[in-house]
């Protein structure tokens, strides 16, 4: 039941980052997770999220490029979401090993029991601070969130205090609309 959490709250940000795109009318490449090969997001993207494993688009400051469960050879474990500053022809485990290619890296946790919403978070906690250390020997810091579904009183006060100290730049329940939206808005625009 794991897996489909994830893939549910995989399928939910996907949409919600299709929409910011389309809002904006921007085009955008999505990366098919069968076949590995990207191809034009078309009006016509019904159901597109269960067979997407990326998508791409451009920014004022460049290509970004956000592909889903990347193994981080820096961090030497899997990350939930990684954006990269390159575009969908460029992506390739080529860029995955360059440091400085990563411009945000973040944990989603689509289980939505409240018992075991602290587990969850300790195993984000967790990542989040691996990939800040990992990075920091390059002496890099790309910016960093967490998106989860079920968030506690005593979760919100952990990431509240690393949000005001800089350990962490963004969060979102993703239960709550309004947070998804402004996280997705920041991800797209960095």
Not at 34 to 56: C, H, K, M, P, Y
Not at 128 to 150: Q, S, W, Y
């Amino acid at each position: 039941m794991r897996n489909v959490g994830g893939f549910m709250a995989q399928k939910k940000l996907t949409r919600a980052i299709i929409a910011h795109l389309r809002l904006g009318e921007q085009d955008c490449e999505w990366l098919h997770s069968d076949n590995n090969t990207w191809a034009q997001l078309s009006a016509e993207d019904t159901d597109v999220e269960l067979f997407l494993r990326g998508i791409s688009w451009n920014t004022t400051k460049g290509p970004r490029t956000l592909i889903y469960n990347v193994t981080v050879p820096l961090v030497g474990n899997n990350v939930d979401l990684c954006l990269f500053n390159c575009s969908a022809s460029d992506y390739s485990g080529k860029i995955v090993r360059q440091p400085g290619a990563y411009v945000a890296l973040g944990e989603l946790k689509g289980g939505i029991d409240p018992a075991g919403a602290d587990e969850h978070w300790k195993t984000a906690h967790t990542a989040l601070n691996r990939i800040n250390v990992a990075f920091k020997t390059k002496k890099l810091e790309p910016h960093t969130f967490f998106i989860g579904a079920a968030i506690e009183a005593k979760m919100a006060s952990e990431i509240w205090k690393m949000l005001k100290q800089g350990k962490l730049e963004n969060a979102a329940n993703l239960t709550d609309e309004m947070q998804i939206a402004s996280v997705t808005s920041w991800l797209c625009g960095l």
